[in-house]
């Protein structure tokens, strides 16, 4: 299928390489290759294998998927999900796929060079050497910026084609989910009702605005970019987001996954470092740390939400993990804002 928007006004003979689709599920072109694909996780949860790895994606979330993609999936639950299909020429002419591949535009991306002087690709650079790169001395940001307004639209598509992964996912915020589900809404109005001869325009601010949510947004949260290599760990941890909010007892969870103890914890431990129940813990203080830093909830309703009916152990758990009470924490983290 050819995944385009034809125009439907007078005069406007043409066609837009975008394509909307609200599905129960997730989409069902996820590994199309003629086009980029961006998809918001609106509910439900699913884990992907790559090669033998397991990602946990839970709503809400964002994923980013290239051409080259092929999204396995091993187990989902009540998935819904909205995607907006396009080719990267409706940012600039010029960003064609081929074209953003080829390492035309990889000098903003980086400023690492090879012996020849020339960007080096993601792929090519390890962890260790980014960090090292950044301390360098020797390091000038203006290598890696310029004023070439070129350069900085090819940014907004860099999660496409810079990064090792074919497919990058992206939790959500609940302001971030909310700006992305009316950016999504906005992109299916237009492309849909085509309302007047802006249509067009619109559309391509509100895939430019999407884009922004996820690949320039400095404040992203990365945890659905946690990978594990034992599928036992993968399928229990959807389940710990799943019900995050939830009493979960071990007994309950080596009951409902027909495995004893011992078999879990060493999973666990060899994944982790940490037995079950500590990694639930973590996850869940972790959960509520975003939350004290970015949300708008009260302590107490974060307690609740992260699955602690009893705000006094949430706290004494908290100081446990961080040091400080919730609310010492909230504060030290918005006076640095």
Same mark, same amino acid.
């Given at each position: 299928?050819?995944?385009?928007?034809? =125009?439907?006004?007078?005069? %406007?003979?043409?066609?837009?390489?975008?394509?909307?689709?609200?599905?129960?599920?997730?989409?069902?072109?996820?590994?199309?290759?003629?086009?980029?694909?961006?998809?918001?996780?609106?509910?439900?949860?699913?884990?992907?294998? *790559?090669?033998?790895?397991?990602?946990?994606?839970?709503?809400?979330?964002?994923?980013?998927?290239?051409?080259?993609?092929?999204?396995?999936? +091993?187990?989902e639950d009540n998935? !819904?999900?909205?995607? +907006?299909?396009?080719?990267?020429?409706?940012?600039?002419?010029?960003?064609? #796929?081929?074209?953003?591949?080829?390492?035309?535009?990889? !000098?903003?991306?980086?400023?690492?060079?090879?012996?020849?002087?020339?960007? +080096?690709?993601?792929?090519?650079?390890?962890? *260790?050497?980014?960090? =090292?790169?950044?301390?360098?001395?020797?390091?000038?940001?203006?290598?890696?910026?310029?004023?070439?307004?070129?350069?900085?639209?090819?940014?907004?598509?860099?999660?496409?084609?810079?990064?090792?992964?074919?497919?990058?996912?992206?939790?959500?915020t609940k302001q971030?989910?909310?700006?992305?589900?009316?950016?999504?809404? =906005?992109v299916k109005y237009?492309?849909?009702?085509?309302?007047?001869?802006?249509?067009?325009?619109?559309?391509?601010?509100?895939?430019?605005?999407?884009?922004?949510?996820?690949?320039?947004?400095?404040?992203?949260?990365?945890?659905?970019?946690?990978?594990?290599?034992?599928?036992?760990?993968?399928?229990?941890?959807?389940?710990?987001?799943?019900?995050?909010?939830?009493? #979960?007892?071990?007994?309950?969870?080596?009951?409902?996954?027909?495995?004893?103890?011992?078999?879990? &914890?060493?999973?666990? &431990?060899?994944?982790?470092?940490?037995?079950?129940?500590?990694?639930?813990?973590? %996850?869940?203080?972790?959960?509520? !740390?975003?939350?004290?830093?970015?949300?708008?909830?009260?302590?107490?309703?974060?307690?609740?939400?992260?699955?602690?009916? *009893?705000?006094?152990?949430?706290?004494?758990?908290?100081? !446990?993990?961080?040091?400080?009470?919730?609310?010492?924490?909230?504060?030290? %983290?918005?006076?640095?804002?």
């Open positions: 299928m050819e995944l385009v928007t034809k =125009s439907k006004r007078p005069g %406007m003979d043409c066609t837009l390489d975008v394509y909307f689709e609200q599905t129960e599920g997730l989409p069902k072109y996820i590994n199309d290759k003629t086009c980029y694909k961006m998809v918001l996780v609106t509910s439900g949860s699913f884990i992907v294998e *790559d090669n033998g790895k397991y990602n946990v994606i839970t709503a809400p979330a964002f994923i980013l998927v290239n051409e080259k993609a092929e999204v396995k999936v +091993v187990s998935v !819904k999900s909205r995607t +907006v299909y396009f080719k990267p020429s409706i940012i600039r002419e010029e960003f064609t #796929i081929e074209a953003l591949n080829s390492g035309k535009y990889d !000098k903003f991306c980086t400023a690492m060079k090879d012996e020849n002087g020339e960007p +080096v690709r993601a792929e090519q650079i390890t962890a *260790d050497e980014e960090r =090292s790169n950044l301390i360098n001395k020797d390091f000038k940001f203006e290598d890696a910026f310029s004023k070439e307004m070129v350069y900085q639209d090819a940014l907004l598509l860099l999660e496409f084609f810079w990064h090792k992964q074919d497919a990058v996912f992206y939790t959500l971030e989910y909310d700006t992305a589900l009316r950016l999504s809404m =906005s237009e492309i849909n009702a085509q309302p007047d001869n802006f249509w067009i325009l619109r559309t391509r601010y509100f895939i430019q605005s999407m884009l922004f949510v996820t690949t320039a947004d400095f404040y992203r949260n990365f945890r659905q970019n946690e990978i594990y290599k034992d599928k036992l760990v993968a399928m229990v941890t959807r389940y710990f987001w799943d019900h995050i909010d939830e009493e #979960i007892t071990l007994e309950s969870v080596l009951k409902l996954f027909s495995v004893n103890k011992n078999v879990l &914890n060493d999973a666990f &431990n060899r994944e982790v470092s940490m037995s079950c129940m500590t990694y639930l813990e973590q %996850m869940r203080i972790n959960l509520a !740390k975003r939350e004290l830093q970015f949300g708008t909830l009260t302590i107490s309703e974060i307690s609740v939400g992260v699955g602690y009916k *009893d705000t006094n152990y949430f706290t004494k758990v908290f100081k !446990k993990h961080t040091g400080m009470t919730p609310s010492e924490f909230q504060k030290q %983290m918005r006076e640095l804002f």
